[in-house]
């Protein structure tokens, strides 16, 4: 290995550790830009065994960006507000979030008793979960039937 392929390597693990440091308390994804294929691959290498995070791949014009999203972090958000709902019985509302951090927490609790999910706001940022605890029995959606 040469050392500018250490310097590299250096590199890429500096920005590793920055993110993270930034992804420990986060809800927030860390966005990696400018990056190269071997950087790229080496981001990719660091984060894909680890269940706390998610990195996924995005292409905006000519640039290829990376984002990790702190999903052990937004689990544990779920669950603490699921409990919450549970102890209340009240709807709690989580705070604006992107499309894919709302899937994880949608596809994490969907199997969950005792409550629901839905994305409330209007398309963009301001779109958010609310958490409903479900009572009884969950009333059916009436199939379009109409009256003569």
Known sequence: MSDRDREKDKDVYKAIGEAERFLVDSLLPFTFDGLNGYERKKVHEHFENDTEYR??????????????????????????KTQEVLMKGQAEELPPMGSFERFVIHDYLKERHGVRTESTGQRGEDRRIVIMPLFGRRPRKVKGRRLK
Do not use: M, W
Not at 59 to 70: A, C, F, N, S
């Open 55 to 80: 990195v996924k791949t995005y292409r905006e014009d000519d640039q290829i960006i990376l984002k990790v999203y702190p999903v052990g972090s937004l689990k544990r958000l779920a669950e603490q």
